[in-house]
């Protein structure tokens, strides 16, 4: 599959492989005929860029979900914490202005609509079918959970769930994305699909 993107998706910056990527676009082409889509966890944009060019292909819509404070790694000091991505003044991360600038490039404003937000303040009133979720926020198990309990049950039959980070070796990753992959699997509301490099993938049934 070759898969043209507006942009140079290396230039944004993520933890988004390319396989999970282009996953990402292939699920989505056809789960946003079925609903809007929702990403928890939109970051720069990186996948935001993927999910938006299937859901302008097929006229839909993304809402990117973030509150772009940056998740528990992305902290000052913390193993991935980026200094360009630090509003000093105000002593916090700030990924909106990133994920701004990507979501311009990509000519995508006409589709993607940004929600600033924490995941369980953005689902509290939420009553929109959903074509496809893509959970990629905190890596907690607090957040994780979170993330699951407020957007999974919003997919409506055929529709997507996908979940990164996805490591059944403890050694290889941290757990919380795997243990919301499981309790998915053990609802018995989701067929699970082929997991892509990290990312899991199931099916509404
Ligand atoms: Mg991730």
Redesign the pocket.
Known sequence: MTLSLPIDIHSVKG??ADDEGQALYQQALHASTLGPCLEVGSYCGKSTVYLGCACRRQNSVLYALDHHRGSEEHQLGEEYHDPELYDAQRAAVDTFPAFRHTIARAGLEDTVVPIVASSALASRQWSTPLGMVFI?GGHSEEAAQTDYRSWAGHIVSGGILAI??IFPDPAAGGQAPYHIWQLARASGLFEALATVNTLGLLRRR
């Open positions: 933890f988004l990629d990164h980070d």
